[in-house]
């Protein structure tokens, strides 16, 4: 039923949206190129591309190497000014955010080739949300340093 013309199409289109399910894809191949598939048609074309279905891995859409480079530089800057004998990493003290919220629905699985991690990039959007900040040592958690707000915290 899939035409050799179809194959890279619908290879192409999970590559842009490697997130749809089966019955999405036999549903699009049926839109634009007029032909009725079944969704073990769908099934056995993908295997044959060696791809597979798999829990994702989320990527924030915003997120940014050049940032995490600029953090990293700074460590290292903070961590070579530590005085003989003094333990760099006491230092240091991180914020933990914990949080609760009622996230926009977001599909779990997605199509990568076979041996291959998949991925998926979202928008990370919330509703409400309640925000949990905690002070963090090498020693653990400072217990009176804790922040609780309504809404997201940067």
């Not at 599909?107 to 905690?134: D, H, Q």
Request: charged share 25%.
């Amino acid at each position: 039923m899939i035409k050799p013309f179809m194959e890279p199409w619908i290879i192409d289109l999970l590559a842009a949206r490697n997130d749809m399910w089966i019955e999405e894809l036999a549903f699009e191949i049926w839109c634009q190129c007029d032909v009725a598939v079944s969704e073990r048609t769908v099934r056995r074309l993908l295997r044959n591309n060696r791809l597979s279905n798999k829990v994702n891995t989320r990527i924030a859409s915003k997120q940014c190497d050049v940032q995490q480079g600029l953090y990293l530089e700074e460590l290292a800057t903070i961590l070579e000014q530590c005085a003989d004998g003094e333990d760099p990493m006491e230092m240091l003290v991180y914020v933990d955010e914990s949080a609760c919220s009622e996230k926009s629905m977001f599909r779990r699985r997605s199509w990568s080739a076979i041996g291959l991690p998949a991925y998926t990039t979202s928008e990370l959007v919330n509703k409400a949300r309640c925000s949990v900040l905690r002070a963090l040592t090498v020693n653990g958690y400072m217990p009176e340093v804790t922040l609780v707000l309504e809404g997201s915290v940067t």
